[in-house]
Structures are given as C-alpha cells and as structure tokens.
C-alpha cells in the first residue's frame, strides 16, 4: 500500500477494527512507512447494530488487551448504537439433542412471523456443527442451506460457520454450541505451540464478538453442557 502512493496529507483511508482481529498476527503499520500517530480517529456510532446486541458483543471482549494498528491500547468506550432492540435471548438446553429442538423452535416462530428465511443466519463454531444443524432444521421441517463459498440463497435459513460471517449481516442471528468445548475451540488452541496460546484465545474471542454483532435486529445464544467462559456471567433468560 505504501509502495502505491507518497506519502502526503490524505494519501491513504485505512479502516480497521482491532476487535475483529479473526486471522494471523497483528501489524504495526509504522514498520511498513504507513505513520498513523496523530493522524487516526475512533469512530463509535453503530447503525447496524441494535444497542443492546452491541452492549452484549463488547461486553464478550471485556477484561482482554486489545492493541491498535501501532500496538496502542484499544478500548470499546464510547461505543454506542443509533438502533434499539429486544435484548439477545441466552437459552440453555439439556442435551445437543434438546438443543437442536430448542433452535428448530427459535427458527419456526421467526419465519411464522414472515422473517424472511435468507435474512435468518445459525452461526457455529465449526463445520461439522454447520453440517448437523442443517441437517437437524431440515429433519424437523425447516429448509435451510449451508453457506460457504456460495452467495446466499433466496429462500432459505442460512448456516454458517463464524469466521465465514466475517463482514455479513442478518436480521435475526443464532449462536450455536457455545459451550466450553467449541467456544474458545478446544482442538484449535491444542495445536498452538504454549508461547502462541494467549494471542490464539484472544482470536477465539474476536471471532465470537465478530459472530455476535452479525446482528441487525435479534441475537440468540444456546449451548449444552457448560457454557462457554467467553459468555462471562451474562444472566440467562
């Protein structure tokens, strides 16, 4: 980037979010001759966004040290929504099995109130999960298409993984599985070498931030077994 232009006043428009964090290794800018010190400014409104989705999402990166593109700190201060919205809905289950009925019924009352399917995303932590809901929504009566490298369908509810929502939007979402296996991934952080581990938990968190503002209008979260830590001491309704 800096090899396109001089450097001069306005010579480059970078936007980023330290937040959303989601691959690799963080970059310094100045390294790269890209000088960003007294030059940046946050920008904290949020219109897509209901205030209370955005409140739980940053409150999934409380606690954890975020840097910015010249390894500053970065905060969530300030962040605000110009939307508002029923807050997200956390459910509980008994079992995987009482879990995938418990997202069945979450999907079925959305489209009885004439929510277009394709604006309805499940997000999961990985693939297999991906493949298992729509496997246990199309059982249970509910037409709904796994999204990877293919373009939304018109029609359908969507099922993605996480990282492949990254720079997606839906009115209504649903975070699936997130217990304490696959939220930080358990077989993703074993093969982080020990000096890693730390860097590799702060994007297991990113992703799930990233995940959780993918909505516009409605988050659910449901998990079996133990909730994931990740979720904090949010309350459960």
């Known amino acids: 980037m800096r090899a396109l232009v001089e450097e001069g006043p306005n010579d480059l428009f970078i936007a980023e979010d330290s937040h959303q964090r989601i691959y690799g290794q963080p970059v310094v800018l100045s390294r790269f001759g890209i000088k960003i010190i007294g030059r940046s400014r946050r920008l904290t409104l949020n219109y897509r966004t209901t205030a209370q989705n955005l ?6 990166l409380s606690g954890a040290d975020y840097k910015d593109l010249e390894q500053g700190n970065e905060s969530t201060e300030d962040y605000r929504s110009a939307r508002l919205g ?14 995938l009925d418990k997202v069945a019924e979450k999907v079925r009352s959305w489209l009885d109130d004439d929510v277009d399917p394709s604006t309805i995303a499940i997000l999961t932590r990985g693939k297999t999960d991906r493949t298992q809901f729509v496997r246990a ?4 009566g509910i037409d709904a298409r796994a999204l990877e490298d293919n373009p939304a369908t ?5 099922v ?35 000096e890693e581990q730390a860097e590799a938990l702060l994007r297991e968190r990113s992703l ?10 409605e ?8 909730r994931s830590e ?3 001491t949010t309350s459960v309704s």
């Open 55 to 60: 409140h739980f999402a940053v409150s999934i």
């Open 230 to 232: 990740l979720l904090g």
């Open 154 to 158: 018109i029609g359908h509810v969507q």
């Open 208 to 217: 799930l931030y990233v995940a959780a503002s993918r909505a516009r209008d």
């Open 137 to 140: 929504l199309g059982e249970r």
């Open 86 to 99: 029923p807050n997200p809905e956390l459910l509980e289950c008994d079992s995987v099995p009482d879990e």
């Open 160 to 194: 993605l993984t996480m990282h492949r929502s990254k720079g997606m939007e839906f009115s209504r979402v649903l975070l699936a599985g997130i217990d304490d296996t696959h939220v930080p991934s358990a077989a993703t952080l074993r093969t982080v070498p020990e």
């Open 219 to 226: 988050l659910v979260v449901t998990w079996s077994g133990k």
